[in-house]
């Protein structure tokens, strides 16, 4: 169970970035496994700040599942990009970055998860203000049969633009538990705090 200060502060950031509510988080959401993402020694905190040159391999993703959920319990991971190509014009939202299924409340790493969309760096232009990157943590009803990577899209670059995320969650019965997010910026932006 994610803790009560964790939560506020993660609610009250998601709220603040025009995140909660959304088409992917509802008002009522409130997390119950706590979501912890970090690139290198760098963790994901609730919107802070990673250069493209941060993030060019697959964050480590782990969790603590819910203790009143049976042991075999599974989850799945989504990253997506709800300002592609730019949080002016996010036209291709919501980008398909990385899906990962299957991930074990027994052993909860994504490591250990069925990857469905190979991992895709973010690549925000110098020119553009950061992008806010959702990772998405859904719990996966009992029944669910094994996904596999047509049942989610290809994986070429445009393939991943515009992924119907709320769709394709309600299609297979996930159930949002976990949130955390990143923003992410070009190498070379300088913006101002006014743009973040």
């Known amino acids: 169970m994610a803790s009560q200060i964790e939560s506020s502060a993660l609610l009250a950031s998601l ?12 008002s009522t959401f409130k997390p ?6 970090s690139f290198s020694e760098k963790p994901v905190v609730s919107g802070n700040l990673f250069r493209v040159s941060e993030v060019k391999d697959a964050p480590s993703v782990s969790l603590i599942p819910e203790s009143h959920y049976p042991s075999t319990t599974s989850y799945t991971l989504l990253l997506v990009d709800p300002d592609a190509p730019t949080p002016d014009d996010p ?5 398909r970055h990385w899906v990962v299924s299957r991930i074990p409340s027994s052993s909860p790493s994504s490591s250990n998860g069925t990857t469905l969309t190979q991992y895709l760096a973010p690549g925000p232009k110098d020119d553009s203000k950061p992008h806010r990157y959702l990772f ?17 899209g290809g994986e070429e670059f445009v393939e991943r ?7 394709w969650v309600e299609k ?10 990143m923003l992410g ?6 913006g101002g705090k006014d743009e973040l």
């Open 185 to 190: 910026a070009g190498d070379g932006w300088n």
């Open 32 to 37: 119950s496994v706590e979501l912890s993402v």
């Open 91 to 95: 036209k291709f939202a919501y980008w």
């Open 161 to 167: 633009r515009s992924f119907g995320t709320k769709e």
């Open 15 to 26: 709220s603040k970035a025009a995140l909660l509510p959304s088409p992917v988080i509802p």
């Open 136 to 152: 998405l943590l859904y719990r996966e009803p009992a029944e669910l049969k094994e996904l596999d990577k047509e049942d989610v």
């Open 172 to 181: 297979w019965g996930l159930e949002l538990v976990g949130v955390n997010w």
